[in-house]
């Protein structure tokens, strides 16, 4: 015969309602993890298209990078070009023949230079050479397409020049570090800092009045009967793209 609980419930009855609270208890437990692996799924999802898409900026970013230094590369050139156009417009004193830099020696990488003008361009060895700074150097060696430029810089380079200011003359000599020594200065002349050097009346090679650089540093040796003078040449010899020779 059956009996019944305190609760008017039997065993059997209490059985089913420990089963049913189980299965409630699992059907939870398994919706919270299908809500856990719906939001994960739906995260990383987010982040697949948020890992692509910053995959094609930073490739919208590289071209348009590239573009950028495409254009800045065109507008310096553009202002080369007009630089070069107005210089030769504007030195009307000179018979100037335009001239290319087509290599750069690799025996004396900073101080050598090939352009593309020859003997049958009328070139010849120790003729000037010029860009719209200054003074670059000379004419070494012609050959009848070709001609080799000696930079300023190099210390088998020298040039007879003069302070603008005062027209005391010396010899300028490259120092081969992308200076140059204006030499044979007595002790006691007046020579600043920031004066400009240019070519003078006594050059065999170079006409008059070119301009040099600038003296960028004066040293007085007790005892000693000369200056040591540097002179920082105006033309930029690292970015040299277009010289004109002095006919």
């Known amino acids: ?21 189980i299965g409630g208890n699992i059907s939870r437990a398994k919706s919270s993890v299908e809500d ?22 930073e490739i919208e970013l590289a071209r348009l990078k590239a573009e950028n230094n495409i254009l800045n590369n065109q507008v310096r050139e553009l202002r080369r070009l ?9 030195n009307t004193r000179f018979n100037l023949l335009g001239a290319k830099v087509i290599r750069r020696e690799p025996s004396q990488w900073l101080n050598t230079i090939l352009l593309d003008r020859g003997r ?7 003729m000037a050479v010029i860009n719209e700074n200054g003074l ?31 027209n005391i003359m010396g010899v300028l000599k490259g120092n081969g ?5 204006l030499q044979y200065i007595p002790t006691g002349t007046d020579i600043k800092v920031g004066d400009t050097v240019v070519t003078s009346e006594a ?7 070119i301009n040099i650089g600038r003296v960028s540093n004066i040293n007085s040796k007790p005892g000693e009967t000369f200056l040591e003078i540097t002179v920082m040449p105006s033309a930029n010899f690292s970015d040299i793209y277009y010289l004109w020779i002095i006919r």
């Open 1 to 21: 015969m059956d009996t019944v609980s305190s609760r008017g419930e039997s065993p059997l009855e209490r059985i089913l309602y420990f089963i049913r609270d």
């Open 36 to 57: 856990t692996f719906v939001f994960v799924y739906s995260f990383l999802q987010k982040q697949i298209v948020l890992v692509e898409h910053n995959k094609h900026l």
């Open 82 to 90: 007009e630089a070069i156009s107005g210089f030769k417009e504007s």
């Open 120 to 126: 049958v361009d009328g070139v010849r060895p120790n």
């Open 136 to 166: 670059v150097g000379k004419i070494v060696s012609v050959s009848d397409y070709t001609s080799r430029v000696l930079f300023i810089l190099d210390p088998g380079n020298t040039v007879s020049a003069k302070v603008l200011r005062n």
């Open 177 to 181: 570090d992308g200076t140059c020594s």
């Open 203 to 209: 050059s065999e090679l170079y006409p008059s009045g």
